[in-house]
């Protein structure tokens, strides 16, 4: 992984280059011309010609995604609801998932994670914002939970990059997590909701400490959104590719 830092690209032209799993901070360009670039991660506080462009591309998001804002709830009850959304679309994408030879849901698109692999990260984001930091487990995870690149390696933390169970083996652990994440919010009130967990002990991710509840729900929500749309962006690139 590289770091590069306080150096200047004055005068340089870049051309050709792909970028992916890297985090841009504190960046400044004067005077350049920039076309036929894509962008697809997430973005804050980024200005183009003084405009900051972040919540016209959050507005646009959410106009194209209705269900989007449902992803942001304030209160016990939007929780819920959000969870609800999550499911129903889910179960479609599941649905077209199913459709695809079982093979075939373990390719890797453009380098990035297959569907099974895919939903075991999210098994991860479960294990380690609901089961570690609100109910306090030290050692949440599943031998087949699958963390996110940039984590630094942990001996203590499954890793397991090339297993290969079936969707449905991936599916029942899913079901079971997400009732879990289901039964916190149900039995949550506001000023829980609203209150911080108890301090996580032990190493792991996340690390040592007491997080807003809010916080982590909220985190679990945008993992299962974002990872749902990736997932259905390369589900159709995998179609197009068995019709080829």
């Known amino acids: 992984m590289a770091e590069i830092s ?3 690209l004055t005068d340089s032209r870049v051309s050709n ?9 504190r960046v400044r360009m004067r ?4 076309g036929e670039v894509e962008i697809d991660g997430q ?5 183009i010609n003084g405009v900051d462009v972040g919540p016209l591309i959050e507005a646009e998001l959410d106009r194209r995604h209705p269900d989007r804002a449902k992803m942001r709830p304030k209160d016990v009850a939007g929780f819920r609801e959000a969870l609800d959304v999550l499911d129903s679309l889910w179960a479609g994408t599941v649905e077209r998932a199913r459709a695809l030879p079982p093979d075939v849901l373990h390719e890797r698109v453009d380098d990035e994670w297959s569907f099974i692999q895919t939903l075991r990260h999210l098994l991860f984001a479960t294990d380690i914002w609901v089961g570690r930091a609100i109910l306090g487990d030290p050692r949440p995870w599943h031998p087949l ?7 630094a390696p942990d001996p203590d933390v499954p890793w397991d990059l090339n297993a290969r ?3 449905d083996e991936v599916l029942a652990l899913r079901a079971d997590r997400m009732a879990t994440v289901r039964r916190v919010v149900d039995g949550l009130t506001e000023d829980g909701l609203a209150a911080s967990t108890e301090p996580v002990e032990g190493p ?3 690390a040592a400490g007491s997080y807003p509840v809010v916080e982590c729900l909220g985190t679990v929500l945008i993992e299962e959104w ?14 197009s590719r068995l019709r080829e």
């Open 226 to 239: 974002h990872h749902r749309m990736y997932a259905e962006r390369d589900l159709d690139i995998l179609r």
């Open 6 to 8: 306080d150096v200047t």
């Open 204 to 206: 792991g991710y996340p």
């Open 43 to 47: 973005i804050g506080d980024l200005r």
């Open 31 to 34: 005077g350049v011309w920039i």
């Open 17 to 25: 280059v792909e970028v992916r799993r890297a985090s841009f901070w």
């Open 165 to 167: 169970p079936d969707l």
């Open 145 to 151: 939970s699958l963390p996110f690149d940039e984590m």
